[in-house]
């Protein structure tokens, strides 16, 4: 995937829920649905706010999930591994991956979309 794929994906994809959101239809959705396009849009507008190494990192982790630290350093190899552990940090505290485990074996994977 280039550069430009990655930093226009979560563009479309906002587009298209900000539609959803707008069309007729949203009058005859019920109440869960329209929640759970709303925090569909919530997660995307989130994504569209990322750093691009970030960006990366996110759809690694998707692509590979779980996946750990070392596999992450493995495919950032100019990304010094105090730099990873802090995007993975900021992508947590986003809720958009989690970890699995405490210890050094921690896991990463992407959160559940619903």
């Known amino acids: ?3 430009r794929n990655l930093c226009h994906a979560p563009i479309i994809r906002e587009s298209i829920y900000k539609y959803l959101l707008t069309s007729a239809n949203i009058k005859q959705m019920n109440d ?21 190494r970030r960006l ?3 759809l ?33 505290q986003a809720g958009l991956i989690q970890k699995l485990g405490v210890t050094r ?6 959160s559940p979309t619903e």
């Open 1 to 3: 995937m280039t550069y």
């Open 105 to 110: 074996g921690a896991l990463y994977s992407a």
């Open 60 to 92: 690694t982790i998707r692509d590979h999930s779980p996946c750990s630290l070392d596999f992450l350093q493995r495919n950032f190899i100019g990304t010094p591994g105090s730099t990873l552990r802090y995007d993975l940090l900021k992508l947590q």
């Open 56 to 58: 990366e990192i996110l």
């Open 32 to 52: 869960s649905r329209k929640f759970l396009l709303l925090a569909k849009l919530s997660r995307v507008e989130a994504e569209s706010k990322l750093l691009p």
